[in-house]
């Protein structure tokens, strides 16, 4: 069982930047590929940025590449989501998650463990 708790969403203006983190508990994080969901009122869930288990691939949604940066460290058992050039459009309650196995999948049903989630709120 891995418990997800996040923490670092906020208010912030369009252009601004946050970063997200997320702990699990538990001693094999380091064997779990992690993502980050956002789900916007009225939207379905949808694949933010996901991270093998070693950190050594990346996958992102077309909308965030080249604003947004995945990492983890595992000795920290700590996923990072690092957003830079917000938008309007980015508001939304973000969510990291767990999957036992590779690969990076965009799925939200390939992911067994959530977190509650984290309300990001980008102002114009």
């Known amino acids: 069982q891995v418990q997800l708790v996040e923490s670092g969403g906020g208010l912030v203006q369009a252009g601004g930047s946050l970063r997200l983190s997320c702990i699990a508990s538990g001693r094999t994080f380091s064997s779990y590929v992690m993502g980050w969901f956002r789900q916007a009122p009225g939207k379905e869930r949808e694949f933010v940025a996901g991270?093998?288990?070693?950190?050594?691939?990346?996958d992102y949604t077309d909308s965030v590449k080249g604003r947004f940066t995945i990492s983890r460290d595992n000795a920290k058992n700590t996923v990072y989501l690092q957003m830079n050039g917000l938008k309007p459009e980015d508001t939304a309650v973000y969510y990291c998650?767990?999957?036992?196995?590779?690969?990076?999948?965009?799925?939200?049903?390939?992911?067994?463990?959530w977190g509650q989630g984290t309300q990001v709120t980008v102002s114009s």
């Open positions: 991270i093998s288990d070693s950190g050594s691939s990346t």
């Open positions: 998650a767990a999957r036992r196995y590779l690969p990076i999948v965009r799925r939200d049903s390939a992911f067994d463990y």
